[in-house]
């Protein structure tokens, strides 16, 4: 299932907004070595490279097209590199003093499993920072499920739409306590305001639909029974999310833990 680092960056301020949120409440100072797991098309992990330019910052993700964008940013960033890596491959070096990873476990649906093992092997004074979205139960998404559920293409897309793997922030501060993290976890509803038309529809087809999309394009390569779901998936989302005078407010909320081994 591949990315596309175009229509993904169609709206990076309101997609980098969290990531800046979540990283003011890292207190390291000098870490050795940085990791943005899942870390897209680089940007973002950039400007931890500025935020600590002594420090090794490397960037991982699963993505090939993800990384040839980012991949260019480590020519104006001396201590910035990138690799092609699945999240659930990594474990940390001993060197590891700031984990970064933003809007990428919601992918990873092992990764309240993972946790404890990572954070056994992170140094100590490390500090290990979350955010994932926390819109399963939101109309976007109850949209999708149930446009996937109900048309001619149920069948093709049984099974493509996960359950949640997204904690709520209590059950993120319970897990990374447990694990000798002293722990700080939190939500955020952002209310943001879309232009244009069907911006909703756009917005979750550089992430969450993709399943879906590739789905559908692989059992029918014509296109046509795509179009048919994404008109129908459409007209619901216009009802959910009326266009107004300033734009479409497409609320969204956000779940992020923030954490350092005591
Ligand atoms: C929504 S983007 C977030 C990118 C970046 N962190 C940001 O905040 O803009 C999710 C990224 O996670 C990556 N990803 C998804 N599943 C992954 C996995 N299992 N291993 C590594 N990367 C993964 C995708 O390739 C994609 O670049």
């Known amino acids: 299932m591949r990315w596309d680092p ?18 003011a409440q890292i207190g390291r100072e000098a870490p050795r070595r940085v990791v943005d797991l899942g ?42 590199s990138f690799e092609r890596r699945a999240i ?8 590891d003093d700031v984990v970064v990873t933003n809007a990428a476990l919601q992918w ?11 954070l056994a092997a992170m140094p100590s004074g490390s500090w290990f920072a979350m955010q994932v979205p926390g819109n399963f139960d939101s109309p976007s998404h ?13 069948s093709t897309l049984e099974g493509v739409l996960r359950a949640d793997p997204v904690l709520d922030p209590a059950g993120y501060l319970e897990l990374f306590e447990d694990n000798g ?20 529809l756009e917005w979750v087809r ?26 129908e998936y459409a007209e619901r989302l216009r009802h959910a999310y009326p266009a107004g005078p300033h734009g479409t407010v497409f609320p969204f909320r956000r779940v992020f833990a923030v954490a350092h081994r005591r």
Do not use: K, N
Not at 142 to 154: K, S, Y
């Open 6 to 23: 175009a229509r993904y960056a169609a709206f990076s301020d309101e997609r980098s907004r969290p990531f800046h949120d979540l990283v």
């Open 181 to 200: 993290f002293a722990a700080t976890a939190w939500e955020t509803i952002y209310a943001q305001l879309l232009p244009g038309e069907d911006p909703v």
């Open 142 to 154: 109850a949209l999708m499920r149930a446009v996937a559920a109900e048309g001619p293409w149920a």
């Open 206 to 231: 550089g992430t969450g639909l993709r399943p879906v999309l590739a789905a559908l394009d692989t059992a029918d390569p014509s296109g046509a029974t795509t179009a048919a779901f994404e008109a």
């Open 39 to 80: 870390c897209g098309p680089g940007a973002l992990t950039a400007t931890l490279s500025e935020r600590w330019p002594s420090a090794r910052v490397v960037g991982m993700d699963s993505s090939a097209d993800m990384l040839a964008q980012a991949e260019p940013l480590t020519h104006r960033h001396p201590g910035l």
């Open 88 to 95: 659930e491959d990594w474990a940390p070096t001993p060197e």
């Open 108 to 118: 990873v649906p092992t990764h309240t499993e993972l946790l404890p093992g990572w």
